[in-house]
């Protein structure tokens, strides 16, 4: 039966096509997001024009925050696929899951610039990036109990391990989505932190900057 | 002949270029898409904020179901162009209309959040969803009939197989689009359903959940 | 003194890269092209939307053919450069100035669906048309006098051919635009042919359909 | 303990990836140029729209000037990764910085054309131009400074004159910023120039033309 309907769909895929197309995906909304902002047309003397780019830096901030979040989440995706000896359709599903969350960050992050500093577009762009950090960790706990999706070399408590690691930045959006109620500028805070936290936490792989010895090449 | 115009068109045309080039379209129609998602400007209160947000549940909504058609439609694509040996002419033809079919989902879906509910925008939607699946399904089509195109291991007969399930999606977006002018929210449900029919279906490749047995690698 | 600026820029170039890029540039610009149709808002009847989809008819015309026109040169550029060995500069500056014409055929696109058989929207296209195959025209020419570029199984005999044979459609495109001024429609004719010419002639590669025999595999 | 996080991120990042991505967003934000450009609706007269063309001038000379400025770095990028044996984590982030900076000049680009031949938008685009040549810069600097970046037959030395020729455009953006206070049309010839730089000093690597000699092939 298998075999019946081997044309239509089949077998492992191969992980390469779908990073390639979640790539494409990421890449055209990071671009995207500098569509959003805008500057009122009309304005005649230099010193309005000074004005509204002044007026726009709210946006140009939140800009810069969602840019942040979507390179940060292309870097999580490449190492985690790259962990990964090939996909399933379980985890291809999950990936779209992503994916479309992803792809819904533009929109919240239009409504920052647009109503700075106050709290339903806050409170939104919170929410979808903790649904964004949660579809995340739904692929990797995926494939964690799902011993044939990953390369060899990895233990199963290594995964567990990554796994928990990757809780912090689900349940800090989630503050940072309740914080958007009680005090506006603490949701901006988070969201800033947990992206300085992704950098802090990052090993540098070469020198003697981080002591932290050579990790052994992928 | 056949060589003298070597330099203008020749050959088989490898089919790795042309998914590449059907990728890049893919990700970017599913990406553009949440840009007709928009909200009005000039609001004051957050009440009026979170109403205006209230208000975009249709296109949300409409947001939701084609972003996971076009995703749908790229794993088809994927599994239908690993199943082939390379690609034709015609099948590139065929190909660019399947390309010109999904690169207009973004404007019937922006009608639809535009307009919720009424007729014109949900029979144009799935008008658009029932050429796109119709295009796809000429790719089958082609496919089968010419016989280099498929590799070895795949019989007419499998092919065959795989064109009339291919053809369950036509005729319930055919239903869907004559559902918009009785009743509008059939139309709706229609193209859900479709989306969860190729979601059951799907089996998953790894684990016992499923029962169907282990399917042999690609 | 070569050596000294190889960190700079080097060498011959790497074929795939350039293409890679292009074909990124081509599937967006290919996808943009349906965001320039657009439906007003603050319609509320259900006659007023049809009527208004029905205005639209202009813009889905203008985007089927600009979308053809972009495929088209896909499927030329695709040829083209597998006719490559390697791309040096001066090619890369010709692609270059080939996909800045490419890229600004959303605008005179969405002209000529915003002003549907005047003069101007019309010309424009036309002129932006002629300068896309003019341009691709030079890349072949720059290829054919530079020997090293060709892979060697194609005399340079066969390149002048192709070059006669791509000097068509900058001819018939400058003719379209002249003929925006006289009788607009026979611009729009012009184009459509041009794209059927190219459909017609392309040959395909199995099957006993054209007669034309079986081409050499690349 | 490097291993423990290794399913998280580990080890050098294969610079092929990398690469692909950059191409991606440059290929959008290149695309995305145009959509700035629009002509107002409402027009009657075919006399209105041509004048309304001509009032674009302005708006097309600013997008030709932005697209040849992303193309040039992409060339630019190309030839720099192409100098790289792999990718570390520094060079991710420092890479994310020139994407950020990149994919902001749609924006200003569209202020110029919205607002031709006033201060505000053009010393913001030269200032965005400066941030992605400053950004540029630092990845050369970056990766010469880190040895086992770069490919074995780079020398320091080789890396440190293209760092010093990588100082001129940074430079030339910063008196372009400045000029565009006390003698806006400086600015955009400034602009101009830098390109002009680019396009004069690239080697053509066939042919007698330029007399530079062979280059050794990557």
Redesign the interface.
């Given at each position: 039966?298998?075999?019946?309907?081997?044309?239509?769909?089949?077998?492992?895929?191969?992980s390469s096509?779908v990073?390639?197309?979640s790539?494409?995906?990421?890449?055209?909304?990071?671009?995207?997001?500098?569509?959003e902002?805008?500057?009122p047309?009309g304005?005649r003397s230099?010193a309005e024009?000074?004005q509204a780019?002044e007026g726009l830096l709210p946006a140009l901030a939140a800009?810069?925050v969602s840019?942040?979040f979507v390179?940060t989440f292309?870097?999580?995706h490449?190492?985690?696929f790259?962990?990964l000896k090939h996909v399933?359709?379980?985890l291809?599903?999950l990936n779209?899951l992503f994916?479309?969350t992803v792809?819904?960050i533009?929109?919240p992050t239009?409504?920052v610039g647009?109503?700075p500093g106050?709290?339903?577009?806050l409170a939104?762009l919170s929410a979808v990036m903790l649904l964004t950090s949660l579809s995340f960790l739904c692929m990797r706990f995926y494939a964690s109990f799902?011993g044939?999706?990953?390369k060899d070399r990895?233990s199963k408590a290594?995964?567990k391990?990554?796994i928990l690691?990757s809780m912090i930045a689900p349940a800090l959006y989630a503050i940072a989505t309740a914080m958007a109620f009680a005090w506006p500028p603490g949701s901006i805070l988070i969201q800033v932190g947990v992206l300085l936290l992704f950098?802090l936490r990052?090993?540098?792989?070469?020198?003697p900057k981080t002591g932290?010895?050579?990790?052994?090449?992928?």
């Amino acid at each position: 039966m298998s075999r019946k309907r081997s044309l239509f769909r089949t077998g492992p895929l191969d992980s390469s096509r779908v990073e390639a197309f979640s790539d494409g995906v990421l890449a055209v909304v990071i671009t995207l997001l500098v569509l959003e902002v805008k500057l009122p047309t009309g304005l005649r003397s230099e010193a309005e024009l000074w004005q509204a780019i002044e007026g726009l830096l709210p946006a140009l901030a939140a800009w810069v925050v969602s840019f942040m979040f979507v390179l940060t989440f292309w870097v999580s995706h490449h190492y985690f696929f790259s962990s990964l000896k090939h996909v399933d359709r379980g985890l291809l599903w999950l990936n779209g899951l992503f994916l479309l969350t992803v792809a819904l960050i533009p929109f919240p992050t239009a409504l920052v610039g647009q109503y700075p500093g106050m709290t339903p577009p806050l409170a939104f762009l919170s929410a979808v990036m903790l649904l964004t950090s949660l579809s995340f960790l739904c692929m990797r706990f995926y494939a964690s109990f799902n011993g044939q999706l990953l390369k060899d070399r990895l233990s199963k408590a290594q995964a567990k391990e990554a796994i928990l690691q990757s809780m912090i930045a689900p349940a800090l959006y989630a503050i940072a989505t309740a914080m958007a109620f009680a005090w506006p500028p603490g949701s901006i805070l988070i969201q800033v932190g947990v992206l300085l936290l992704f950098f802090l936490r990052s090993p540098s792989n070469h020198g003697p900057k981080t002591g932290l010895g050579k990790e052994t090449p992928r």
